[in-house]
């Protein structure tokens, strides 16, 4: 049987590149592998694809065959003489097939810098410390390098030696049977972990581990402004990183405690009043707490229930900008439910003074309140 030429079969020209070969194997060995097709000559069609890129990969092979075509690449006996360490094809099969260790330095992968995880604290906080800001001493643990051993994790006196299973390189090589002949396969190496080095004599204070858990208190600066769920970023303060990756950040989430007398909705305030009819039918001026300390608000004779009134300029400062919002305060109307003798007579006379007809409501107190507030 006549085999074809490797660059048909790759569907490229002589004139490609090392990309344009790599690019098509990549094409044609996602179609015609077995796992993923299961047609007849799906095996046969995958044998010669791979025995063309083997040949016009590598620089001579590929020069040999352009001189002498298959006659040049046949070794001892007439087979086709591309006996070559399928670690190069790493990032191919890899990518396509998950085989996840053809090639692929385990050590160089695992000892790359990584960055330390975050850290994250609740931190609890008054209303009033959230809407003014303040300076808070937090207390965090986490790893740190170990005081003892400086991070190597050896017993101070001795040193980690080189792995004897690996001789240094993290990784051993095996082989493995497939479709395609033997293939190497590298992988992490069990005794060391992919480190390359052993601990004979592990740290007492971190059992190895070269970091050890430490507990630090920092205060922290809170602004003014923040609300439940805020959360502050402390850069640098997380996780140590791995093998000289950066370290992790702090995040502190801020968390409001319930207020005796305020609400609050963004950067608004929000406080029920109530006041008695006397003073809803003829204004008044009362004492109302803000969180600046007691402050005076003016009733309007005539207020009606759900009446919303506002204080400017007593509300949260503003997270991010200048200024601070207002403070809402609703107004509810208390209606007496014991009367003494002369509160009876004067209600009496008022009765009959206002008469005994009445209107029916258009909208409730509700949803007047509701679209008062904007809610």
């Not at 003489?81 to 695992?110: C, P, Q, T, Y």
């Not at 006041?275 to 004779?301: F, M, R, Y």
Request: charge should be neutral.
């Amino acid at each position: 049987m006549t085999q074809r030429d490797y660059y048909e079969v790759l569907g490229v020209s002589r004139s490609a590149t090392s990309e344009d070969l790599k690019s098509a194997f990549r094409r044609l060995a996602r179609q015609y592998h077995p796992d993923v097709n299961d047609a007849s000559d799906a095996e046969e069609r995958f044998k010669e694809i791979n025995e063309a890129y083997a040949v016009l990969s590598d620089a001579d092979k590929r020069a040999a065959y352009d001189r002498f075509g298959h006659a040049g690449v046949r070794g001892a006996g007439g087979a086709p003489d591309f006996n070559v360490d399928f670690s190069d094809f790493a990032d191919i099969f890899g990518d396509l097939f998950g085989f996840g260790g053809f090639g692929r330095s385990s050590r160089r992968s695992r000892n790359v810098p990584r960055r330390g995880a975050d850290l994250q604290y609740r931190l609890d906080l008054s209303f009033e410390e959230a809407v003014f800001g303040v300076e808070k001493e937090i207390e965090i643990t986490r790893d740190e390098t170990c005081s003892t051993c400086s991070g190597s994790g050896a017993e101070p006196g001795s040193s980690p030696v080189r792995c004897t299973t690996c001789n240094g390189t993290g990784e051993v090589r095996q082989v493995r049977q497939t479709i395609l002949g033997s293939m190497v396969q590298v992988a992490t190496c069990p005794t060391c972990n992919g480190q390359g080095e052993t601990i004979e004599s592990p740290c007492h204070t971190c059992q190895g581990r070269g970091v050890e858990r430490v507990s630090r208190k920092k205060v922290v600066s809170i602004p003014a402004g923040v609300d439940m769920g805020t959360q502050i970023r402390l850069a640098g303060e997380g996780q140590p990183g791995l093998n000289g990756g950066p370290v992790g950040n702090l995040y502190i989430v801020i968390n409001v405690k319930t207020h005796k007398f305020f609400r609050r909705k963004d950067d608004e305030i929000l406080l029920d009043l109530n006041i008695n009819v006397a003073q809803a039918a003829l204004g008044a001026e009362v004492e109302v707490p803000t969180v600046d300390g007691p402050a005076n608000l003016k009733i309007p004779s005539g207020t009606q229930p759900g009446k919303v009134l506002t204080l400017r300029g007593k509300g949260v400062p503003h997270l991010r900008g200048n200024g601070r919002g207002d403070q809402r305060v609703v107004v509810n109307v208390e209606v007496p439910s014991r009367l003494n003798p002369e509160q009876r007579e004067l209600f009496e006379k008022l009765a009959k003074s206002l008469g005994s007809e009445v209107s029916p409501q258009e909208r409730s107190f509700f949803e007047w309140l509701k679209e008062t507030l904007g809610g």
